[in-house]
């Protein structure tokens, strides 16, 4: 009896002996576990749809004054041709040196003065009728819109337009002319043209054809800056169907620096309407620019005149033109709705220079321009003062100058 008291008493201590070390090891592996299995990650809240943002188109667009060709233009450029054994002419010596300025855009627009054609026979002042190849020249320099609004376009009668327009229509598609309608009933036949996104619509109108009328059994007519309500009707159609209105008008006084009041009007009309920018050429010298406000608060710029672009003429001031250039920029809203607005306007001045007796005549960035050639401009024959010092003056005194890029 006393043997099982004591072997019962050894067991109650074991037991209270190993209860402890069970509980810890319990406890171990309990950890162990808890170790073991991470706390379960939450499920992951739905990201939020972000807002739709709006997107912004631009094109770089640029616009030249009056291409107006001579007689020894083309009659340097058909010696070229045949001292490199070609047919024709060659008008690249013409433009080399402002290639590489105009390949920086993606719309180069230009005021063709005369009439280019494969047809007839060339000629000068005061008739204008100019080799196709020059055409294809300004094309191969990057021109893709061509103004034929101005006074020379009925120099040679309905034989010339219907010459010309054959010209134009030969040229690869994304060559654009604007400006000569066949008929009324051709007036709502806008012509626009999307670059980057953006529809751009251009018009073109001319103050006066020298006298000259609508030639008879013509198969185009222009448009005359008078006829205020067929213009007033293009711009506001053009406005319905296209995000941008280029207009370009061929107005004001030959060779004066300062525009009329009636160039001043005409453009506040125009911008009422719906224009988005006033391109002026015509009076061979170069004029002011400007903001103005339109009747629905938008800012329209106008370029009253860019003077000329290659010529022959004899004056000083004849010789001093700007490339108009500026960035066009659409918004377009998440809802579909869109602005377009013009942005950044400059006036980039540019030479027309020859030597001795009209010789080497070709286009010039005025940046570009050095004292030396300008000391070698045979225009100073009859203009001593001819210099990069007068070329800056004129510009100073007749363009703001926070629109020059000098």
Same mark, same amino acid.
């Given at each position: 009896?006393?043997? !099982?008291?004591?072997?019962?008493?050894?067991?109650?201590?074991?037991?209270?002996?190993?209860?402890?070390?069970?509980?810890?090891?319990?406890?171990?592996?309990?950890?162990?576990?808890?170790?073991?299995?991470?706390?379960?990650?939450?499920?992951?809240?739905?990201?939020?749809?972000?807002?739709?943002?709006?997107?912004?188109?631009?094109?770089?667009?640029?616009?030249?004054?009056?291409?107006?060709?001579?007689?020894?233009?083309?009659?340097?450029?058909?010696?070229?041709?045949?001292?490199?054994?070609?047919?024709?002419?060659?008008?690249?010596?013409? $433009?080399?040196?402002?290639?590489?300025?105009?390949?920086?855009?993606?719309?180069?627009? +230009?005021?063709?003065?005369?009439?280019?054609?494969?047809?007839?026979?060339? /000629?000068?002042?005061?008739?204008?009728?100019?080799?196709?190849?020059?055409?294809?020249?300004?094309?191969?320099?990057?021109?893709?819109?061509?103004?034929?609004?101005?006074?020379?376009?009925?120099?040679?009668?309905?034989?010339? +337009?219907?010459?010309?327009? !054959?010209?134009?229509? /030969?040229?690869?598609? *994304?060559?654009?002319?604007?400006?000569? $309608?066949?008929?009324?009933?051709? $007036? *709502?036949? +806008?012509?626009?043209?999307?670059?980057?996104?953006? !529809?751009?619509?251009?018009?073109?109108?001319?103050?006066?054809?020298?006298?000259?009328?609508?030639?008879?059994?013509?198969?185009?007519?222009?448009?005359?800056?008078?006829?205020?309500?067929?213009?007033?009707?293009? +711009?506001?159609?053009?406005?319905?169907?296209?995000?941008?209105?280029?207009?370009?008008?061929?107005?004001?006084?030959?060779?004066?620096?300062?525009?009329? *009041?009636?160039?001043?009007?005409?453009?506040?009309?125009?911008?009422?309407?719906?224009?988005?920018?006033?391109?002026?050429?015509?009076? #061979?010298?170069?004029?002011?620019?400007?903001?103005?406000?339109?009747?629905?608060? !938008?800012?329209?710029?106008?370029?009253?005149?860019?003077?000329?672009?290659?010529?022959?003429?004899?004056?000083?001031?004849?010789?001093?033109?700007?490339?108009?250039?500026?960035?066009?920029?659409?918004?377009?809203?998440?809802?579909?709705?869109?602005?377009?607005?013009?942005?950044?306007?400059?006036?980039?001045?540019?030479?027309? #220079? $020859?030597?001795?007796?009209?010789?080497?005549?070709?286009?010039?960035?005025?940046?570009?321009?050095?004292?030396?050639?300008?000391?070698? #401009?045979?225009?100073?024959?009859?203009?001593?003062?001819?210099?990069? /010092?007068?070329?800056?003056?004129?510009?100073?005194?007749?363009?703001?100058?926070?629109?020059?890029?000098?």
């Amino acid at each position: 009896m006393k043997k !099982r008291l004591i072997v019962l008493v050894l067991a109650i201590l074991a037991l209270l002996m190993i209860v402890p070390l069970l509980d810890s090891a319990v406890d171990s592996v309990r950890d162990a576990a808890s170790q073991a299995q991470p706390d379960p990650t939450p499920a992951p809240s739905p990201s939020p749809t972000p807002e739709p943002m709006p997107t912004v188109s631009t094109v770089c667009f640029s616009a030249t004054g009056d291409n107006l060709i001579h007689t020894g233009i083309y009659n340097q450029a058909a010696r070229r041709a045949q001292a490199e054994g070609k047919e024709g002419y060659d008008f690249s010596f013409c $433009y080399d040196a402002v290639r590489d300025f105009y390949a920086g855009f993606d719309v180069n627009w +230009i005021n063709q003065e005369t009439l280019v054609n494969d047809e007839l026979e060339p /000629s000068s002042y005061p008739c204008f009728s100019t080799p196709g190849d020059m055409g294809r020249e300004l094309y191969d320099t990057g021109f893709r819109v061509f103004s034929l609004a101005n006074n020379h376009t009925y120099d040679k009668g309905a034989e010339g +337009i219907a010459a010309t327009r !054959r010209f134009w229509s /030969s040229l690869p598609e *994304d060559a654009v002319t604007c400006g000569l $309608y066949a008929g009324e009933e051709d $007036y *709502d036949n +806008i012509v626009i043209r999307e670059t980057n996104g953006i !529809r751009i619509a251009y018009l073109s109108y001319t103050e006066f054809t020298n006298g000259i009328p609508t030639p008879s059994g013509a198969e185009a007519n222009l448009i005359y800056t008078s006829q205020t309500d067929v213009i007033q009707h293009q +711009i506001e159609l053009a406005r319905q169907q296209a995000d941008f209105v280029v207009v370009g008008v061929h107005w004001g006084v030959e060779g004066s620096h300062k525009a009329t *009041d009636a160039q001043r009007a005409l453009a506040q009309q125009m911008a009422d309407w719906g224009a988005g920018v006033v391109i002026g050429t015509h009076p #061979h010298v170069v004029q002011d620019a400007q903001w103005l406000t339109a009747a629905d608060g !938008r800012q329209v710029f106008v370029a009253y005149s860019l003077g000329n672009f290659l010529n022959a003429q004899s004056t000083a001031d004849t010789m001093i033109g700007a490339v108009l250039s500026f960035t066009l920029e659409k918004t377009t809203q998440p809802d579909g709705s869109s602005e377009t607005v013009l942005k950044d306007p400059m006036l980039h001045p540019t030479v027309n #220079h $020859y030597g001795q007796n009209y010789s080497q005549i070709r286009i010039y960035l005025y940046k570009d321009y050095t004292d030396e050639l300008a000391q070698s #401009h045979g225009v100073r024959e009859n203009f001593p003062d001819f210099s990069r /010092s007068y070329i800056e003056s004129v510009l100073r005194n007749n363009i703001d100058n926070q629109f020059l890029d000098l």
